[in-house]
DNA sequence: CTCAATGCAAAAGGTTTGCACGCTT
DNA sequence: AAGCGTGCAAACCTTTTGCATTGAG
């Protein structure tokens, strides 16, 4: 772990690329992208980066059913879910504050401390049922 | 996929361990276990009948935040969260209704189909925070 | 006797780490 | 100049697969 961040190239390249791209996707699929753009960026520096911003909140991650790790550039500060296409990886990014509550409410009744909580909706969006 | 099932001792011994053990535990836990009291069951086999058995919705599987897929043996048929214990791996089966209810409709509002949701929530239980 | 099930070893992901070199500050 | 960041390769972990052997029916 850094204690300073420094600006280099690369991780202004994994900015940059996460400011365009939407949706969830997984480190391998955003070095991919990087490759394809020819920024020349290590995979394990991505990996390194993806941690940073998730450590620092300023990147979303979750997991799919199938384990590998999405990574997203988070739009809202807030705490919130993700409803995320199977297919295509796009996300829409809801809030449920009775979910929210639920859950706390649920946790303290059976005498659970330091809570927290995952939930993801996933589909097939209309642009992919098609 | 075999279309018999057949009754051979290793079955036999995965499914009494879980009859045995309480809350979510991973397939290696499950593996070291069946070794402990001299099971004689290989890691394969124990990955081979956990899947088998998920299939066939005999027991439950989620994920932890880490990647690593939880089993356990589900008293209740129908479908339900839990609420897992980060320590011990103890868990409460809940029912959330609403919960399902809200994430079909927010799938619906946004046109996706095929919809599924994973929701877990994740805690300290009370005799572990002691 | 047959064919599913087993188990070993190896493969196959995905992610992390050790280490020498390079670049930011 | 100092030390964080990079990138390669190798290590790691969990899960899956190939294949010869075992055993249930």
Known sequence: MPNVTRNTRQRGEV??????????????????????????????????????????????????PGGEQLFRRCSQSRHHHHLVCRRCG????????AVERWADQVAAQHGFTEVGHTFEIFGTCAQCAR
Chains 1, 2 share one sequence.
């Open 90 to 97: 796009s996300t829409v990014e809801v809030a449920g504050p």
């Open 15 to 64: 900015l940059a690329l996460l400011r365009e791209v939407d949706g969830f996707h997984t480190a391998q699929q955003l070095h991919q992208m990087l490759v394809a753009r020819k920024a020349r960026v290590g995979l394990t520096t991505v990996y390194r980066t993806l941690q940073l911003l998730v450590d620092a909140q300023e990147i979303d991650s979750t997991r799919l």
